[in-house]
Nanobody, 124 residues
Framework: QVQLVESGGGLVQAGGSLRLSCAAS????????MGWYRQAEGKARELVAA???????YYTDSVKGRFTISRDNAKNTLYLQMNILKPEDTAMYYC??????????????????WGQGTQVTVSS
């Protein structure tokens, strides 16, 4: 059974930084595409960033130049470094993993496993 557990969320002032972590357990990680999604209150879940099993990344336009996705396969951990945070980044952030694909995946249905989420709140 695959389990994804996010951590690192919290309350931060605009312009600040946070680093999210996603610890993966089970027979998945190094060969699987992974991503970070977020969902603000009253809005649809949206892809923030994605990373393939051999590198390759994708970022949604609103976070380009501010967020960095990375993975440490030895530690089975996915990261999202978030800098220059803005109030509009406030959301629940979810880690996601594909069961079968190692590519850079950009649509919701391509992900099979999800974490419980970690809340990020950016105050103005």
């Amino acid at each position: 059974q695959v389990q994804l557990v996010e951590s690192g969320g919290g309350l931060v002032q605009a312009g600040g930084s946070l680093r999210l972590s996603c610890a993966a357990s089970g027979s998945i990680f190094s060969t699987n595409g992974m991503g970070w999604y977020r969902q603000a209150e009253g809005k649809a879940r949206e892809l923030v960033a994605a990373i393939g099993s051999v590198g390759g990344t994708y970022y949604t336009d609103s976070v380009k130049g501010r967020f960095t996705i990375s993975r440490d396969n030895a530690k089975n951990t996915l990261y999202l470094q978030m800098n220059i945070l803005k109030p509009e980044d406030t959301a629940m952030y979810y880690c996601a993993a594909s069961r079968t694909s190692g590519g850079v995946l950009t649509t919701l249905h391509q992900y099979d496993y999800w974490g419980q989420g970690t809340q990020v709140t950016v105050s103005s």
